[in-house]
């Protein structure tokens, strides 16, 4: 925010700046591409959670688990990881308790895949 005297400067070194000036030009660019891709693949997908049916807190959820790797990705790629999982017909919408509940398990043989489809 203010400039940086060669005391702060010392403190706070280049690398480890973030206010907004630093981050917000590269950075906008790209969370708003990726804003766009979730909402069209909740769009695809239904705003819901396949299991409980709220409308908050929700994640993407792979039905046969691939494991955490897409996890450690940038947004942006994991955003693409998402839809080629969707794609591939292995992507569901569940809300982040739901999600947690379910951990890397596949998904219950009793949860109806029509869930999906009831809302639509
Ligand atoms: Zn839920």
Same mark, same amino acid.
């Given at each position: 925010?203010?400039?940086?005297?060669?005391?702060?400067?010392? !403190?706070? &070194?280049? /690398?480890?700046?973030?206010?907004?000036? @630093?981050? *917000? #030009?590269?950075?906008?660019?790209?969370?708003?591409?990726?804003?766009?891709?979730?909402?069209?693949?909740?769009?695809?997908?239904?705003?819901?959670?396949?299991?409980?049916?709220?409308?908050?807190?929700?994640?993407?959820?792979? !039905?046969? &688990?691939? /494991?955490?790797?897409?996890?450690?990705? @940038?947004? *942006? #790629?994991?955003?693409?990881?998402?839809?080629?999982?969707?794609?591939?017909?292995?992507?569901?919408?569940?809300?982040?308790?739901?999600?947690?509940?379910?951990?890397?398990?596949?998904?219950?043989?009793?949860?109806?895949?029509?869930?999906?489809?009831?809302?639509?």
């Amino acid at each position: 925010m203010s400039n940086p005297t060669p005391y702060n400067a010392a !403190v706070f &070194p280049a /690398g480890q700046d973030t206010t907004q000036a @630093s981050v *917000a #030009a590269p950075k906008s660019y790209i969370s708003r591409y990726v804003e766009r891709k979730r909402n069209e693949l909740f769009a695809a997908l239904g705003r819901r959670c396949v299991f409980c049916g709220v409308e908050t807190n929700l994640t993407f959820d792979c !039905v046969k &688990p691939t /494991g955490g790797r897409h996890h450690r990705l @940038s947004s *942006a #790629a994991r955003i693409g990881f998402y839809w080629k999982q969707a794609r591939a017909g292995n992507l569901q919408v569940l809300c982040h308790d739901c999600n947690s509940r379910k951990g890397a398990k596949p998904m219950p043989a009793f949860v109806p895949s029509a869930t999906v489809k009831a809302k639509a």
